[in-house]
C-alpha cells in the first residue's frame, strides 16, 4: 500500500510559478509510475502529467505542455510538478497517484491509478 501527501499548493497571479510536491509512504515507491491530475469545481477530473518508475519517461497534457515539468525523487520518495506560467484556468485541485503498471504504459485516466493523495488548492489569478 502506498500513501501520498501533496503539499506546494497556494494562491499565486498569472504568469507566476509554483512546485507541488507528493511524498509516498512505504518502501516500493521506486516501482510506481506516477501522475498528476487536476480537478475544477464542477468538472471531472484530469490528466496533466506523467512519469514512469524511474523517471526516464515523462507524458503530458496539452493544456500543460511547455509550462509543467513532471519530475520524481526515488531515494526520497517524492514526485514534484513545476507549474510555470500559470494561467486562470489552471485553477484546481491538484492530485497526486501511483499506479502499478506494465512496461511502456503510459497512464493517463484516472482508472489507471492505485492509490490517491487528498489534493492541494491551486488558485491563480488574473
Known amino acids: 500500500q502506498v500513501q501520498l501527501v501533496e503539499s506546494g499548493g497556494g494562491l499565486v497571479q498569472a504568469g507566476g510559478s509554483l512546485r507541488l510536491s507528493c511524498a509516498a509512504s512505504g518502501r516500493t515507491f521506486g516501482t510506481y509510475a506516477m501522475g498528476w491530475f487536476r480537478q475544477a469545481p464542477g468538472k471531472e477530473r484530469r490528466f496533466v502529467a506523467y512519469?514512469?518508475?524511474?523517471?526516464?519517461?515523462?507524458y503530458y497534457a496539452d493544456s500543460v505542455k511547455g509550462r509543467f515539468t513532471i519530475s520524481r525523487d526515488n531515494p526520497e520518495n517524492t514526485v514534484y510538478l513545476q507549474m510555470n506560467s500559470l494561467k486562470p484556468e489552471d485553477t484546481a485541485v491538484y492530485y497526486c497517484?501511483?499506479?502499478?503498471?506494465?512496461?511502456?504504459?503510459?497512464?493517463?485516466?484516472?482508472?489507471?491509478?492505485?492509490?490517491w493523495g487528498q489534493g492541494t488548492q491551486v488558485t491563480v489569478s488574473s
Open positions: 512519469i514512469n518508475w524511474s523517471g526516464g519517461s515523462t
Open positions: 497517484a501511483a499506479a502499478r503498471l506494465g512496461i511502456g504504459t503510459v497512464a493517463t485516466t484516472p482508472s489507471d491509478y492505485n492509490y
